[in-house]
């Protein structure tokens, strides 16, 4: 009687725990479909498909970390300075850069419409021109907007460096070609640019920098 009793028991407790497993299972939603970004290779490798739209976008950048030493001078005479306490060295320097860059790139019904972005974020010590003479050799040098573009088909508009320089192809191959400086750079332009496509190329640029 009593090894019956325990086995009805027993019993009795599973299907009361199963009964509360049941009422207490878990329902798992059904997943939503997820948009996953799709790679452009219609402008080179490193596009993707903003989503939703038909826009390729490229992101980039890099972290730039400079150590200079002696006392180069410049372009005017060179320049020293004495220092009392003997602590500032007028003979080293040191900067330090982030780079963010953006490429975009669209095709509509009048042509190709891109355009790119490139911030510099910068932090030097001077190596003696100026700030050290003041006591001060550190040199917060702030956000500069180096690259900022519009361009559908030909014609740009926007911040870029001047047709002087980019469309002759800068310096050449040289070495160090900023030694020698040869030409303004950053600049507003509005400019055209045309490609006959058999060797023969033309750009008119309408600018305004130094």
């Known amino acids: 009687m009593n090894i019956k009793s325990l086995l009805l028991g027993s019993a009795a407790a599973l299907i009361a725990v199963s009964g509360?497993?049941?009422?207490d299972a878990v329902v798992v939603a059904e997943p939503e479909p997820a948009e996953y970004v799709k790679i452009c290779d219609v402008y080179g490798?490193?596009?993707f498909y903003i989503?939703?739209?038909?826009?390729?976008?490229?992101?980039?950048?890099?972290?730039?970390?400079?150590?200079?030493?002696?006392?180069?001078?410049?372009?005017?005479?060179?320049?020293?300075?004495?220092?009392?306490?003997g602590?500032?060295?007028d003979t080293w320097k040191k900067n330090a850069r982030f780079t963010f860059k953006t490429w975009t790139g669209q095709e509509t019904e009048l042509g190709t419409l891109k355009t790119y972005t490139e911030m510099r974020f910068n932090f030097?010590?001077?190596?003696?021109?100026?700030?050290?003479?003041?006591?001060?050799?550190?040199?917060?040098?702030?956000?500069?907007?180096?690259?900022?573009?519009i361009q559908l088909g030909g014609l740009r508009v926007g911040k870029?460096?001047?047709a002087f320089d980019s469309f002759i192809g800068y310096a050449g191959n040289v070495i160090q070609d900023t030694l020698v400086p040869y030409g303004d750079?950053?600049?507003?332009?509005?400019?055209?640019?045309?490609?006959?496509g058999n060797g023969f190329s033309a750009v008119v640029s309408l600018e305004e920098g130094s």
Not at 185 to 196: E, G, K, L, M, R
Request: net charge negative; proline share 2%.
């Open 185 to 196: 750079f950053d600049t507003n332009v509005v400019q055209y640019y045309f490609d006959a």
């Open 45 to 47: 490798s490193g596009y």
């Open 124 to 149: 030097g010590n001077s190596n003696g021109y100026g700030t050290l003479a003041s006591g001060n050799p550190a040199v917060d040098k702030g956000v500069s907007v180096k690259f900022a573009w």
């Open 87 to 89: 602590d500032q060295q």
């Open 51 to 85: 989503p939703g739209t038909e826009t390729c976008l490229r992101i980039g950048g890099y972290v730039r970390y400079d150590i200079g030493m002696g006392d180069v001078g410049s372009f005017d005479g060179a320049k020293s300075f004495d220092h009392q306490d």
């Open 160 to 162: 870029d460096e001047s």
């Open 20 to 23: 509360a497993r049941a009422a």
